[in-house]
């Protein structure tokens, strides 16, 4: 069986993932080293299994948030 190019790998990954570019401050407390020991500690498969599970949850904290407004009145 032969070996997949990298030219149709790129293809491949520029069809069916979008990239986000995310900064982060190398003198902040919450640094690229304190992140990827937290992943790593909690069962994470990788910092980006990481990061969507965070956004997935903080869409949901404001799903839940705005349910209760509109449904408090």
Known sequence: MGKTS????KKYNDKTYDYIKLGI???????KEYLLQHWKSHG?????DFIICAIKNQIQKDINKWYRI???K
């Open 6 to 9: 990298n030219k149709s790998k």
């Open 70 to 72: 509109i449904h408090s």
């Open 44 to 48: 994470y498969n990788s910092m980006n």
């Open 25 to 31: 401050r190398k003198d902040a407390i919450e640094n």
